[in-house]
């Protein structure tokens, strides 16, 4: 069931204004049935418009899309089995009216020929305490957190158990303390339902917890896709890199001051892999300390080069201490050069 695909593209367009710079070009997809498939890239790559297409919000300029091998038109056009199957939650609740109370709001998700049966309540409080959202059922949405206001938005968008729900930036306006509740809540809702999810997001995080699979989308064509730990550990591109982890990219002789011969144009430290350590040899500066919760993120210098580590023991590197590091893992990009690698012990 799971292998099954659910939504496919074939070779979509959708230009704007005929720039072939906006929006996706000759784009080809396969969604799996079942599981969380997000759309990642820079602002400006297409994440939205191919939502939408997937949606049936915009029509391709050429190629299809197919749920369930159907064709899917323009919702303008007429309405299909296809949209019904489909709900798309937005990052900004365009749609909510901010007077209506959260049981309204939510009863408002049912299409028309389920309102006023005898199980109109039963639906409406299942919604609810999917989302842990039933204490507020008398509430104005207006007057909610952002994360309440989403948890809302997606309790209506469920209520009709579709097959697929598009998300938009779901955790754009919701506060860090419940994003992640929030995550785990979406893929329960999954796991229980068999919806099958589409995102679209900008947050490493996010993506790389919640998603089965990544598309990774650049200047509106694909150039990546796979599993989260996949793309993660061993990225083909340097965007991929650079969109999926926190790390220092260095030219090749940048890389030569700390001890990587490459021989390629580009090296990319992700920031777990610089080791901290501290005595004789101690030669990099703590220049600057970010904190990140559990752990901290120090910005670290020597001779005009720059790295971020991971550092887990907070406050033991004070700014401006002498620390020595060694990497143990790199990734190299770009051209290639005279062939040539190493790894320091100790820098």
């Known amino acids: ?88 939650v937005t990052q900004n609740n365009q749609d909510m009216d901010l007077s209506a109370t959260v049981w309204e709001s939510v009863r408002s998700g049912l299409r028309m020929a389920e309102q006023g049966l005898f199980d109109e309540e039963k639906k409406i409080t299942d919604s609810l305490n999917m989302l842990d959202i039933l204490p507020l059922k008398d509430q104005p949405f207006g007057k909610l957190s952002g994360g309440e206001k989403q948890r809302v938005t997606i309790a209506k968008a469920l209520i009709s158990k579709p097959e697929v729900l598009l998300l938009d930036e779901p955790f ?68 991929t890199a650079q969109i999926l982890a926190s790390g220092s990219q260095l030219t090749a002789e940048d890389a030569k001051k700390v001890g990587i011969k490459t021989n390629r144009g580009t090296v990319v430290i992700y920031s777990e892999h610089v080791k901290i350590g ?25 001779d005009k080069v720059i790295l971020r580590a991971t550092n887990y023991t907070k406050g033991k590197y004070p700014k401006g201490s002498k620390i020595s590091i060694s990497i143990d893992h790199y990734f190299e990009f770009g051209k290639w050069e005279t062939p040539a690698r190493s790894l320091p012990k100790d820098l």
């Open 172 to 239: 754009n306006q919701v506060d860090a303390t419940y994003r992640e509740g929030l995550q785990h809540d979406i893929r329960y809702i999954v796991k229980e339902w068999g919806v099958t999810v589409v995102l679209v997001s900008h947050d490493p995080a996010e993506i790389l917890s919640m998603a089965d699979e990544l598309i990774v989308l650049k200047e509106g064509e694909i150039v990546e896709n796979g599993s989260p730990e996949e793309l993660y550990n061993t990225p083909q591109l340097l965007y």
């Open 1 to 88: 069931m799971h292998n099954e695909m659910i939504l496919e593209t074939i070779s979509v367009t959708k230009n704007y204004f005929g720039d072939k710079s906006s929006g996706v070009n000759n784009v080809t997809i396969l969604i799996p049935k079942g599981k969380i498939t997000a759309i990642v890239g820079e602002s400006g790559s297409g994440k939205t418009t191919l939502l939408n297409l997937l949606y049936g919000l915009l029509q391709p300029d050429s190629g299809e899309v197919f749920f369930k091998e159907e064709r899917i038109l323009k919702r303008e056009e007429r309405l299909q089995p296809a949209h019904e199957a489909m709900r798309l």
């Open 278 to 302: 501290k005595g004789f040899g101690s030669k990099w500066t703590v220049k600057q300390i970010l904190f990140k919760g559990f752990f901290e993120e120090l910005i670290i210098e020597r």
